[in-house]
């Protein structure tokens, strides 16, 4: 597939595509087969052959560039661009499409913010379908921007849906900054591989900060009329505008939803973490705060029940990984903003609209209802991590998740310690035993679930913490490192039978490990224990 680009003296040209994508999102992940990238077309707005002819409506004398009515290849959106170096304050764009056979009315392309490095533009306007575009552009100073470009974008078709239900998966590498220790459930989210993304080059190793201090809410503008299979086709256009029309390395928004509730991954770079976007026009902002667009107008039409419960729920769950609250503000970029703003507190802008921008603060609200949600959130983990204090736990660093290696496990981890819940109980794993309990695969390895917390025991020098299938003793050496040694099965059996570290083996001092010729062993400061390829547990004491 080719992008069509440069400006073109003639009829806007569009390319129709296929698309394997899905528009579902009834698992957690929703992946499909890859797509082609959308069909972008561009044509150069000239000035006015005949200003005279088109002083109607507010333009007057400050009509600097028009583009007459002319058919095209169906297109699902259209956007306008410029070249660098043009101060566009006060500049008008305004855009008028034919769909089956008739002329709409002149329709407002409001002029987005741009620190990505790219073309200068209108925000993208989604049409639904439409065979002809007219184009114009008026200045108040009476200066023409250069390069002046319309760009229409066919996102082709949306097959049926390939679904796979997937575990949660989170990155565990990032930690960012708590002040609560309670995290949400993940909402469904539709990845990119399932809504056909364009796979981008220099945002493949995204900017990637270490907290997230708010969101920011947008709206795509156009038309609230699309089906829930055209939704994918949205943000399909979407990536190819900001990427092909405004030279941008991906699409700008971090999430989309739509009117039916999905929720959308943006720009590449993992849904847990906070990733670098394009959406506010404040490069600071734009860094440490995610980008989350309603899909729609809401100018005077409110956001659907179901479009709002999706943002509600995707600002908890990301403001419950970093630890921040859904009210108060922050100070960023040269702005002091609400935890969750919309667009036009951070520049000049109309966005989201003022029916969704009135939802954020108004009595039972998006902050309010955000607020709420988290409060309302309860669970076994989240019960005992608030129990403990985020002083104990530290921030969240993956959000409650099922594991299946024990029926009904739930396990969250923190930057200090684990929470693992289980028909066992519900406990907590820290410091090096935590260390220790992964290094065997924790909940999924030999150990098991654990079955209490950490205790004291008989010799001050050790404490101990029980698992379903073992033990790990945590030991304090004299001039030595927090060590902790795990045992397990018939060793872990015959250890106990013998009075633990109190008996006459001693304190641990390695962990069980597998020998040559199916023999396991332990060591402990007066001895060994030995599983014999027999299955007898041969002890071995120091004299």
């Not at 992008?3 to 009834?26: E, N, P």
């Not at 070249?83 to 089956?100: H, K, N, P, Q």
């Not at 994918?232 to 039916?260: E, P």
């Not at 409060?375 to 129990?387: F, Q």
Request: hydrophobic share 35%.
């Amino acid at each position: 597939m080719r992008y069509l680009s440069g400006a073109i003296a003639g009829a806007v040209l569009a390319t129709s595509v296929t698309f394997m994508s899905s528009s579902s999102a009834q698992a957690d992940e929703v992946v499909a087969p890859a797509a082609e990238p959308a069909a972008v077309s561009t044509t150069a707005v000239p000035a006015p052959a005949d200003t005279a002819a088109v002083q109607s409506a507010a333009h007057e004398d400050d009509l600097v560039a028009e583009l007459p009515p002319r058919g095209t290849d169906e297109f699902g959106m259209v956007g306008v661009t410029w070249d660098e170096g043009f101060d566009a304050t006060g500049i008008d764009v305004e855009v008028r499409l034919r769909s089956e056979g008739v002329w709409g009315a002149w329709q407002h392309l409001h002029v987005e913010s741009d620190d990505e490095g790219g073309r200068p533009g209108t925000e993208p306007l989604w049409v639904g379908s439409a065979d002809g575009v007219a184009v114009r552009v008026a200045s108040p100073t009476g200066q023409r921007p250069a390069g002046l470009q319309v760009s229409t974008i066919d996102p082709g078709a949306t097959p049926a849906a390939t679904t796979s239900p997937a575990m949660y998966s989170s990155s565990a590498d990032l930690t960012m900054t708590a002040s609560s220790a309670a995290a949400t459930p993940r909402p469904a989210i539709i990845y990119r591989s399932g809504w056909g993304a364009t796979k981008n080059t220099k945002c493949d190793s995204p900017t990637v900060v270490d907290k997230t201090l708010g969101a920011v809410v947008h709206h795509t503008a156009g038309t609230n009329s699309y089906t829930r299979e055209q939704s994918a086709s949205i943000v399909r256009a979407t990536q190819a505008y900001h990427m092909k029309s405004r030279k941008w390395c991906d699409i700008g928004y971090n999430f989309l939803v739509d009117k039916y509730g999905q929720i959308f991954e943006g720009r590449n770079g993992g849904v847990d973490k906070q990733v670098r976007a394009a959406h506010s026009g404040n490069a600071s902002v734009n860094t440490y705060a995610m980008g989350i667009s309603m899909m729609g107008s809401f100018q005077t039409s409110a956001p659907t029940s179901a479009n709002k419960a999706a943002v509600v729920k995707l600002i908890a769950w990301r403001f419950g990984i970093g630890g921040v609250p859904a009210t108060g503000t922050y100070s960023l970029g040269g702005k002091t903003l609400n935890r969750i703003s919309g667009h036009r507190d951070v520049v000049g802008t109309e966005c989201p609209g003022a029916a969704a921008y009135a939802w954020l603060s108004a009595p039972g609200g998006l902050r309010q209802s955000v607020s709420s949600y988290v409060g309302s959130y309860t669970t076994e983990i989240s019960v005992r991590a608030a129990k403990l204090g985020v002083g104990a736990t530290g921030a969240v660093v993956a959000p409650e998740y099922p594991f299946y290696s024990a029926p009904g496990g739930t396990k969250a981890r923190y930057k200090k310690i684990d929470i693992i819940s289980s028909p066992m109980g519900t406990y907590s794993i820290g410091d090096v035993v935590r260390s220790r309990y992964n290094s065997l695969s924790a909940q999924s390895g030999a150990l098991g679930v654990p079955t209490g917390i950490i205790t004291t025991t008989k010799r001050s020098q050790v404490r101990h913490q029980r698992f379903h299938h073992g033990t790990i003793y945590r030991v304090k050496r004299k001039n030595k490192k927090l060590a902790a040694f795990a045992l397990y099965g018939r060793l872990e059996n015959k250890y106990r039978s013998l009075n633990e570290a109190s008996g006459k083996l001693g304190v641990p001092t390695k962990t069980h490990k597998k020998l040559s010729g199916g023999r396991e062993r332990a060591w402990f400061t007066k001895g060994t224990l030995t599983l014999e390829k027999n299955g007898r547990v041969t002890v071995s004491v120091k004299k």
